[in-house]
């Protein structure tokens, strides 16, 4: 069955830069629209960009101009260039993904830790 194994989280400080890594499992990557969520402390989870099978991206706005969404279907990865970092983008991050004609999976892993701070 497909999973999705988030990595690259960590302690950066304001003005800094991460990546992220989502290695899925299974032969049907090429298929899915893939997405990055996260949710902050106390805070509900949130979209923060999606990228899907013919390489269209969308983001939120509160990171336009400063993630990169990106996949590499040879390697199952998706991946999130994070730059001009902000407190405010301190939270779990969270992938996910749905298949032609399908629906993102209802449960979720357990992500990966990004805290800005000085």
């Known amino acids: 069955q497909v999973q999705f194994v988030e990595s690259g989280g960590g302690l950066v400080q304001p003005g800094g830069s991460l990546r992220l890594s989502c290695a899925v499992s299974?032969?049907?990557?090429?298929?899915?629209?893939m997405g990055w969520y996260r949710q902050p402390p106390g805070k509900e989870r949130e979209r923060v960009a999606t990228i899907n099978n013919g390489g269209s991206t969308n983001y939120a706005d509160s990171v336009k101009g400063r993630f990169t969404i990106s996949r590499d279907n040879a390697k199952n990865t998706v991946y999130l260039q994070m730059t001009s970092l902000k407190p405010e983008d301190t939270a779990v991050y969270y992938c996910n993904g749905a298949p032609l004609y399908g629906s993102l999976r209802t449960t979720w892993g357990q992500g990966t830790q990004v805290t800005v701070s000085s």
């Open positions: 299974g032969p049907t990557f090429s298929t899915y629209t």
